[in-house]
């Protein structure tokens, strides 16, 4: 028979309760973790505002929020839809273990006051901004304005 000895206890028992951690099915990194991607303007039907799509995903265990997003094409906003109608808002949340979707319909970025009209095959650089997590640069592909993302949204 073998014995188990008091290091091997500790260790059994600190794992435990590193198990123990966290709350909701949190990854228990204690910070977010932010990847963005399905990101993509329809070309603009006028030439001083277009829309934006993207989806941001947080596998970190803590929330975050999409507070601002700057382009050099021009003033971006964020936008929240509620019943059919949008409105501005100064941030999104980001749940820790979920996701932010900017989708048409839906919650999305509105590009006003363009300096230049994005055209079908090109690309535009947006720059998001958290309230905790650093900056992430994302290329949104301008696709045609009747474009329908087929995954992602």
């Known amino acids: 028979m ?3 000895g008091p290091a091997a206890l500790v260790i059994a028992g600190a ?15 204690g910070r977010a973790e932010l990847s963005v991607g ?17 989806t941001v995903t947080n596998k970190g265990g803590a929330d975050d929020e999409l507070t601002e997003v700057t382009s050099d094409i021009g003033r971006v906003t964020v936008h929240e839809t509620v019943d059919g109608a949008m409105q501005e808002v100064e941030s999104l949340k980001i749940p820790a273990g979920g996701r932010l979707e900017l989708r048409s319909g839906g919650d999305h970025l509105m590009f006003e006051q363009l300096k230049r009209r994005p055209k079908e095959g090109q690309t535009v650089s947006v720059e998001l901004h958290f309230a905790h997590s650093a900056p992430v640069t994302v290329r949104m592909p301008v696709k045609p304005a009747t474009y329908t993302p087929k995954t992602g949204h």
């Open 2 to 4: 073998r014995r188990t």
């Open 15 to 29: 794992l435990a309760l590193a198990g123990c951690g966290g709350s909701g099915g949190e990854s228990g990194s």
């Open 38 to 54: 399905s990101a993509y303007i329809p070309q603009p039907m006028s030439g001083d505002m277009a829309a934006g799509f993207l």
